[in-house]
C-alpha cells in the first residue's frame, strides 16, 4: 500500500496584483510535491485578478480553490484561508512573488524527518527580470534541526516572515494574524515559534521575493506604532511559555524588534510632529523594560554586534537617536 503523502495547504492572499500572479500561481501549482491544495483568496481587488484566478481555477480544478471576500487586508485574508484549510501543513505565499518546485516538498520532508512543527527556507530579493538583488540567509551556522531548548538565541536572531515557513497546521488551532494590525508577521510568527521544541531549516533560497517597480511608495505613518504593539503581545505569549526563564533571549528579542525594527521605520516618517511623537513612544518602550543604551549597543545577532553589519547612513541614524540627538536627525533626513 502507498503511503499518501502529507497534505499542504498554501494561502495565497490576493489584491490587485493583475500582472504577478500568473507566476505565483505557476510556480504553485508545479511543485514537486503532489499533495497539496492552493486557497487563493481574492480580498476585494479591483483589477482582473479575479479572472485570472478563475482561469487557473478551471485549468487545475484538483489543486486551486478559489474564493473571493470583501476587502480586509492581509491578516482577515489569510485567516480566512485558515478557516478553510484541510492540510496538515499551511504555508502562506505572498501573491506577488513566486517559489522553487521543490520548496514544499523539501520542507514538508524536513518537518516530518525531525518531526518539526516549523521549517524555514532562505529567502531571495528578485527584480521584474528575475536577477537576483539581495539574499537573506536565515539562518546561518546552524544544522538542519535546531533544538530550541539549546539554541534559543534563534527567537532573537530570527526573521519573523510567514511567507518562508511551513507550520504544522496544529500550531493554528487557537492563533491567528491579528486583524487591522500592521507587522502581523512578527505579531504572530514567533508566538508560534514559542510552542516548538524543535525548529528545522534548509539553506535553500526556495522563496523568491520581489521587489516591484511598481508599488506605490509606502508612506511612513503612526501604524509603525504596531510594531511596538506586537512585540507587547510577544512578550505575554513570552511570560506563558516553556522559555519563560529565558529572559536575555526576550531582551534580545525586544532590541531586534523592538529597537532596530522599529527605528529602520522610524527613520522614514517624515511628519516631524509624528516622529517625535514616535520617538517619546520609543523611549517609554525602553523604560519601561529597563533597557538602556548599553544593552542597546552591544546588541549581537548571530554572534555578530548587528550595529556594525548597518549601512553607513542607518549606522549614523541609529547612534543620533542613541545620543538624544533627534533635532539633528531631522535636520539631517
Same mark, same amino acid.
Given at each position: 500500500?502507498?503511503?499518501?503523502?502529507?497534505?499542504?495547504?498554501?494561502?495565497?492572499?490576493?489584491?490587485?496584483?493583475?500582472?504577478?500572479?500568473?507566476?505565483?500561481?505557476?510556480?504553485?501549482?508545479?511543485?514537486? =510535491?503532489?499533495?497539496?491544495?492552493?486557497?487563493?483568496?481574492?480580498?476585494?481587488?479591483?483589477?482582473?485578478?479575479?479572472?485570472?484566478?478563475?482561469?487557473?481555477?478551471?485549468?487545475?480544478?484538483?489543486?486551486?480553490?478559489?474564493?473571493?471576500?470583501?476587502?480586509?487586508?492581509?491578516?482577515?485574508?489569510?485567516?480566512?484561508?485558515?478557516?478553510?484549510?484541510?492540510?496538515?501543513? #499551511?504555508?502562506?505565499?505572498?501573491?506577488? %512573488?513566486?517559489?522553487?518546485?521543490?520548496?514544499?516538498?523539501?520542507?514538508?520532508?524536513?518537518?516530518?524527518?525531525?518531526?518539526?512543527?516549523?521549517?524555514?527556507?532562505?529567502?531571495?530579493?528578485? %527584480?521584474?527580470?528575475?536577477?537576483?538583488?539581495?539574499?537573506?540567509?536565515?539562518?546561518?551556522?546552524?544544522?538542519?534541526?535546531?533544538?530550541?531548548?539549546?539554541?534559543?538565541?534563534?527567537?532573537?536572531? #530570527?526573521?519573523?516572515?510567514? @511567507?518562508?515557513?511551513?507550520?504544522?497546521?496544529?500550531?493554528?488551532?487557537?492563533?491567528?494574524?491579528?486583524?487591522?494590525? =500592521?507587522?502581523?508577521?512578527?505579531?504572530?510568527?514567533?508566538?508560534?515559534?514559542?510552542? @516548538?521544541?524543535?525548529?528545522?531549516?534548509?539553506?535553500?533560497?526556495?522563496?523568491?521575493? #520581489?521587489?516591484?517597480?511598481?508599488?506605490?511608495?509606502?508612506? =511612513?505613518?503612526?501604524?509603525?506604532?504596531?510594531?511596538?504593539?506586537?512585540?507587547?503581545?510577544?512578550?505575554?505569549?513570552?511570560?506563558?511559555?516553556?522559555?519563560?526563564?529565558?529572559?536575555?533571549? #526576550?531582551?534580545?528579542?525586544?532590541?531586534?524588534?523592538?529597537?532596530?525594527?522599529?527605528?529602520?521605520?522610524?527613520?522614514?516618517?517624515?511628519?516631524?510632529?509624528?516622529?517625535?511623537?514616535?520617538?517619546?513612544?520609543?523611549?517609554?518602550?525602553?523604560?519601561?523594560?529597563?533597557?538602556?543604551?548599553?544593552?542597546?549597543?552591544?546588541?549581537?545577532?548571530?554572534?555578530?554586534?548587528?550595529?556594525?553589519?548597518?549601512?553607513?547612513?542607518?549606522?549614523?541614524?541609529?547612534?543620533?537617536?542613541?545620543?538624544?540627538?533627534?533635532?539633528?536627525?531631522?535636520?539631517?533626513?
Amino acid at each position: 500500500m502507498t503511503n499518501v503523502p502529507s497534505k499542504v495547504s498554501i494561502i495565497v492572499p490576493v489584491y490587485n496584483v493583475e500582472n504577478y500572479l500568473a507566476k505565483c500561481l505557476d510556480s504553485l501549482v508545479n511543485q514537486t =510535491h503532489q499533495n497539496m491544495e492552493i486557497l487563493v483568496v481574492n480580498d476585494g481587488s479591483k483589477d482582473n485578478s479575479e479572472q485570472i484566478i478563475q482561469e487557473y481555477a478551471q485549468k487545475y480544478p484538483e489543486k486551486i480553490k478559489p474564493f473571493n471576500k470583501e476587502n480586509g487586508g492581509l491578516s482577515d485574508a489569510r485567516n480566512f484561508g485558515i478557516d478553510r484549510a484541510t492540510g496538515d501543513y #499551511l504555508g502562506f505565499v505572498d501573491s506577488d %512573488d513566486y517559489v522553487t518546485p521543490t520548496m514544499f516538498e523539501e520542507m514538508v520532508n524536513l518537518a516530518e524527518k525531525y518531526d518539526s512543527k516549523m521549517v524555514i527556507c532562505n529567502i531571495q530579493k528578485v %527584480d521584474q527580470n528575475g536577477n537576483i538583488t539581495q539574499k537573506l540567509t536565515q539562518i546561518p551556522n546552524m544544522p538542519e534541526k535546531i533544538d530550541l531548548n539549546k539554541n534559543f538565541s534563534v527567537f532573537s536572531d #530570527l526573521s519573523y516572515f510567514a @511567507c518562508n515557513k511551513l507550520f504544522k497546521k496544529e500550531l493554528f488551532s487557537e492563533k491567528r494574524f491579528k486583524k487591522g494590525a =500592521h507587522f502581523e508577521d512578527i505579531q504572530l510568527i514567533p508566538q508560534l515559534l514559542l510552542e @516548538c521544541d524543535v525548529i528545522a531549516q534548509t539553506q535553500n533560497f526556495h522563496y523568491q521575493y #520581489l521587489e516591484r517597480t511598481d508599488s506605490i511608495t509606502k508612506t =511612513h505613518t503612526e501604524r509603525g506604532l504596531d510594531i511596538l504593539k506586537a512585540v507587547e503581545d510577544v512578550e505575554i505569549a513570552f511570560k506563558d511559555s516553556q522559555y519563560s526563564n529565558k529572559k536575555s533571549e #526576550l531582551k534580545n528579542f525586544q532590541i531586534f524588534e523592538g529597537v532596530y525594527s522599529f527605528l529602520a521605520y522610524l527613520a522614514f516618517v517624515k511628519d516631524e510632529e509624528l516622529f517625535y511623537k514616535m520617538s517619546d513612544k520609543l523611549d517609554d518602550f525602553l523604560k519601561q523594560r529597563d533597557i538602556k543604551i548599553k544593552d542597546i549597543l552591544k546588541y549581537s545577532r548571530f554572534d555578530k554586534n548587528y550595529l556594525l553589519y548597518l549601512p553607513l547612513k542607518k549606522k549614523i541614524f541609529y547612534l543620533l537617536f542613541f545620543a538624544g540627538q533627534k533635532k539633528l536627525i531631522k535636520k539631517i533626513i
